[in-house]
């Protein structure tokens, strides 16, 4: 293949939007868009979070032939194309027609809502059913499922559906729904059957296990129709997926028929693929030697968007209590992967901001100003620094100390009971105010994110740097404070938005290569990843200090949390 003549595509279906972009070979991006995807909520129950489909694939269209037309490149040059999805529950029968998942009367009829959002938590009841068991799946999951993985969210659906009507359904996890719309070939992947399915590494679906929940009938006599195939069936990230684009999808995409295409990942994953081969520039210099397979080991992916994932790659498996994993296979062949994660990280920032009494006050000095808010917000803390007399932000907030679980812990406690709290509040409401906690907020996820390092490091890992992507890489505040808290450097993106979907165009070229091998994969990886930026450790001995001890109140709010809740239990009983 020449430098200059083939092309691939990367498609990102994130939370709230769906992006496509057209990369070269070199990583450049040659041109993207993104559109926005519709998530349901329901006024009555603020654990549903559901979308569509038939919503996402159209806006994926559309995006797919603007970055054809902006970059002027037909479609005969783009040689192959890669999906990465949230971890979601997506719900066709074998038509690959959509199934309602909403609860009441249409519950497994066809109908346009279809997907589960990995966010919705209405399956607590099932999560536990799931984590009384003592299953082998659990071994790989931490030791506890979260019930925002999709075998809860299919016992949820079993529960409210007619038997009848749940026979015919097929059940995705979100990336494997798009490639089986793109070439009408339902294979998994490793990446969704073994991280969010409870495929077991090496020895496939757990009969035992489903029967005993209460999920028989998704055994089919060994078939696994309704899941998606047996073992031996399952693929590995950007191998080819069937005879590539059916002849509908690429004439709705704009492309080729057989272009080739990528099995899928998690986009968390397709985040780790697309930062953790870069190398970096140190004060304006570049480091001169190219990343070894064996070194990603020892660099931890961050995709930090709405929730963050923490992505770690190595040899042998390695168990973490409360870490989910290890999945063998799950990006590259005979590789294992722990993912740790923070269920809520952007969104609490941004819930810090906006439920404050001085939000409304802020956005119009913001709008003033001509400036974004976090802008504001950092020229304030910046004037309270001077007017205190002290040398940084985290001196400000020293005697506040916040634990930001408003949505259950995911990693390292994976306890979804987990709450938020606030020690230290005072009759105050004002923008200060606000600055103050939306400081302290960063603090608390870069605390966590040290928990998590620490579990990691502690059960057998060795982490010496945290590779970032996704929104929060853009704020330099925060990396700062990820490198002090965690006492890593910290690798920047050269962008913190095309990270993720760089990957999945990855995956579209490792399919239209060929390519099967770890060796050859992570060369694909290190020519496509832009050179990113290093922000090394610099907190003062003050500071580090100050860091220490609030780390330390930080893992004793846990205890306290959960004393406090088992003493009000026993006293309610």
Known sequence: MGSDAFYFIGIDVGTGSARASLVAQNGEIKASSTKDTITWRDHHDHRIFEQSTNNIWEQICTAVKEVLKESNIPATAVKGL???ATCSLAVSDFNANPI??????????????????????RAEKEAELINSTGSIVLNYVGGTMSLEMEVPKILWLKKHMDPALFARCQFFDLPDFFTYKATGDSTRSYCSTTCKCSFVPDKGWQPDFFERIGLGELIDDGNWRQMGTAHGRVQAAGSPVGQGLTRQAAEELGLVEGTAVGSGLIDAYAGWMGTVAARYTENGQLSAVLPSLDESRHRLAAVAGTSTCHLVQSREGVFV?????PYKDATFPGWWMNEGGQSSTGQLIDFIITTHHAYPDLKERAKQEGKAIHTVLLDVLEKLRHENHVDTYTELTKHIHFYPDFHGNRSPIADPRMRGSIVGLELESSIADLARKYYLTLEAIALQTRHIVEALNTAGHDITSLYMSGGQAKNVVMMQLFADTCNIPVILPKSHSEAVVLG????GRIAAEGVK???DMWKIMVEMTPAGTLVAPGASSKVKKLLDAKYKIFRETIDIQKRWRQEIEEAGN
């Open 82 to 84: 890669g999906f990465d």
């Open 100 to 121: 309602t998942v909403t609860k009441g009367h249409d519950i497994g009829k066809n109908g346009h809502r279809n997907i589960i959002l990995w966010a919705d938590h």
């Open 321 to 325: 209590k409360g870490v989910w994993g």
């Open 504 to 507: 999945a165009a990855m995956l």
């Open 517 to 519: 091998v770890g060796e």
